[in-house]
């Protein structure tokens, strides 16, 4: 009886040791952990025309690196003309950006954007897909063009292109997701 007695004494003791100390660190709103915002992934072996989806912190990244067809029709809605442009044909084909301006440079091969439509349910579009051969968000039937702009539907809201660059070797690409919308669970 006494063992019984003083091994209820000690767990009781112990038991309220543990809530003093547990009751002396910060709580979880005082002591929050910073996630990071910005994270880079492997894209060495993505070919031209392929696009994936990446879930970084609850943010879904679309990643895509266009073919040499989706780089002219991306330019194409800039306003750029390829039928009098020889140079300028040749230039797409060989490099991954063009020099708009003196201190301004188009990247145009691969292209980073968040996929959650926020003008509309916060559904996530596919990529290369719809009318446009841009992104289509399937809850709305909106149609979003290469550069993530809305071409039609009934929304007015453009995808939200995320801040990124890439590695001199285009191995690695570093996105910034500390803006994107997020997804709600």
């Known amino acids: 009886m ?20 547990q009751a002396l660190l910060p709580s979880a709103d005082v002591a929050s952990v910073p996630r990071p915002a ?18 970084l912190d609850e943010v879904p990244v679309i990643i895509w690196r266009r073919n040499f067809e989706q780089k002219v029709q991306a330019l194409e809605l800039l306003g750029f003309e390829f039928n009098s442009n020889a ?4 230039e797409v084909r060989a490099n991954e950006e063009i020099e708009i301006e003196p201190d301004r440079v188009l990247r145009f091969e691969w292209f980073v954007v968040s996929p959650i439509n926020t003008g509309g349910y916060g559904c996530i579009v596919r990529p290369d897909a719809g009318d446009l051969g841009g992104f289509y968000d399937p809850c709305q039937n909106v149609h979003f063009d290469l550069w993530g702009r809305v071409g039609k539907g009934p929304t007015e809201v453009d995808l939200q ?3 990124w660059s ?6 690695a690409i570093t996105v910034d997701v ?8």
Request: hydrophobic content about 45%; aromatic content about 22%.
């Open 2 to 21: 006494y063992y019984a007695t003083g091994g209820w004494l000690f767990l009781t003791f112990m038991a309220g040791v543990y809530y003093l100390f």
């Open 38 to 55: 910005v994270y880079t992934l492997d894209v060495g072996n993505f070919e031209p025309g392929q696009s994936a989806m990446f879930r």
């Open 87 to 90: 140079s300028l044909f040749e």
């Open 161 to 163: 292109v995320l801040p």
């Open 166 to 171: 890439i590695s001199d070797d285009s191995s």
């Open 178 to 185: 500390s803006n994107a919308p997020r997804l709600e669970w």
